[in-house]
């Protein structure tokens, strides 16, 4: 239970505890400063345009039907179920292999994914049936499972705390991003005339930077801070100092107990519970968005170019969530904030059917991505946060990216093009769980609140210039304190 007990510890309890704390000279904050600006300029920049080009390749998908891939290959609502769910099938059953950021150098193995991922998004434009394309779309969920479930757990090891949530943010605000990146390349590429099928344009011109990026990749991206070459010798000694400033963890490949205590604690099934709200929207929006604006009435080329600002709006949505969630350290409002805004977007949606409320209905749309990426971002970044140790925190994203991402399947398959123009049956399921997330977010909130009082109440407040060794006794060390 994460609860602390209501009564005082006795002489014994404080003494067994007393060996996890010391008391810490904080490092000088133009030193921190420094460091931090070098994480930012070096390797942060590598982490979000690996997620551009991750996002970029999925969610070209989306584009490629409104682009014509459907009638070429003579597909139907059924086929194109499958499609789409051969990438989350294979994404969900391969979320395992992020384990791998821990036991492997990072450089090389993330090289090696973008390399194989971007050869199998290439692939996906030179398929002739189903089959073919539903072979390149696994392939892909293969080589992204691991990249996409492990990259903010990479910047875990980097940045502390409270400085955590706006690069968490700021990295998964590039899939907004991207599928703004995408919608704008595709609105473009469908004015080629004269070559090959704009869908097979699509997935050529969208994979081939994935593999020439996968040598910056291999030459520049650190393993972690203690061998970043970026950093001098005494920069390297204090990026390790720094991060046990809060919640120190004694270095170790894996330890099993913080993952068993990932598995049993009750915060990682609620902030799965608000993943999988959110990510029925956000593979859904990925996938038919481009449809479901170019059934309002615009054409596929417009349809291609509208939803680009949408997005864009959106990636700024998630900065300003960054910020505010850091600034403030109110993770809980911040989701629910959000999620309301997105609730909203569906609901306008799912209710106004009139051809003639075009206005509104694209309005929805902006409401519904603007508030559902930002509050997936601080999700993620929140349980993060608030898991004691590498591993626990290792088990806790595992959780939360396996189980989350099941509403992938859902969302795949409440879109049909029979469905169609207003498609109530997949705005309606958003909007239900979307609302889902503001109750949750909240109700998260509070009880994390409670447990820090109570804390506070037995202990007294917790002293910030300590180290915390949390590899035994993880979050529920006396001066560990939760973020809300």
């Known amino acids: 239970m994460s609860d602390v007990e209501k009564q005082k510890p006795t002489s014994a309890e404080v003494e067994s505890t007393s060996a996890d704390v010391t008391h810490h000279t904080p490092i000088d904050s133009s030193i921190q400063t420094a460091i931090r600006r070098k994480f930012d300029r070096h ?7 690996l997620y551009v080009l991750s996002y970029l390749d999925r969610g070209n998908i989306g584009n490629a ?21 051969a990438f989350y099938i294979c994404y969900v059953l391969f979320e395992w292999t992020q384990l791998f950021w821990k036991i492997l150098p990072a450089h090389i193995y993330v090289a090696a994914l973008c390399m194989l991922w971007g050869v199998s998004a290439m692939s996906a434009g030179g398929v002739h ?9 696994a392939f892909l969920g293969v080589f992204e499972a691991a990249f996409g479930a492990g990259a903010p757990y990479f910047l875990s090891l980097f940045y502390q705390r409270r400085e955590l949530g706006k690069r968490v943010s700021v990295l998964l605000g590039m899939s907004p991003l991207a ?71 004694a270095k170790s490949k894996v330890n099993w107990k913080q ?31 481009p449809t479901i604006v170019r059934d309002m009435g615009y054409s596929s080329v417009n349809a291609q170019g509208l939803t680009a600002p949408a997005y864009f709006t959106s990636f700024l949505c998630c900065l300003f969530a960054a910020w505010a969630s850091d600034r403030y350290g109110k993770r809980g409002y911040i989701v629910a904030g959000f999620a309301t805004m997105g609730t909203i977007g569906y609901l306008l949606l799912a209710v ?62 409440l879109f049909p093009s029979t469905d169609g123009p207003f498609y109530v049956r997949g705005c309606a399921t958003g909007c239900g769980l979307t609302g889902m997330i503001v109750i ?8 994390l609140e409670h447990e820090n009082k109570q ?30």
């Open 129 to 137: 049936n189903l089959a073919g394309l539903i072979t390149a779309r």
């Open 179 to 249: 599928n703004c990146f995408a919608s704008s390349l595709a609105y473009g590429i469908l004015h080629i005339r004269g070559s090959l099928e704009p869908w097979r344009l699509l997935f050529l011109i969208e994979g081939a930077p994935t593999i020439a990026f996968a040598a910056i990749v291999y030459f520049f991206l650190p393993d972690s801070p203690s061998t970043a070459k970026f950093l001098t010798d005494e920069e390297r000694e204090k990026s390790v100092t720094r991060m046990e400033t809060v919640d120190r963890t």
């Open 455 to 484: 804390r506070d109440q037995l202990y007294g407040p917790a002293d910030q210039n300590v180290i915390i060794d949390v590899t035994q006794g993880g979050d529920q060390n006396k001066n560990f304190r939760y973020l809300t």
């Open 43 to 49: 390797m942060l920049p590598i982490v979000c345009i």
């Open 352 to 413: 106004i059917q009139d051809e003639n409320q075009t206005g509104v209905r694209y309005a929805g749309v902006w409401l519904a991505c603007c508030g559902i990426f930002p509050a997936l971002c601080i999700n993620i970044t929140w349980l993060l946060n608030n898991q004691g140790g590498d591993s626990k925190r290792g088990a806790g994203l595992g959780i939360l990216a396996t189980f989350g991402q099941c509403s992938s399947f859902v969302s795949s398959a």
């Open 440 to 447: 949750l977010a909240l109700g998260l909130h509070f009880k």
């Open 65 to 85: 039907k409104t682009a014509g891939i459907i009638p070429d290959l003579g597909l139907s609502d059924a086929d194109w179920v499958w499609v789409l769910q």
């Open 259 to 289: 993952i068993v205590a990932g598995l049993a604690d009750y915060q990682n099934y609620v902030h799965t519970l608000i993943h999988f709200s959110c990510n029925y929207s956000f593979a859904g929006l990925s996938n038919f968005l």
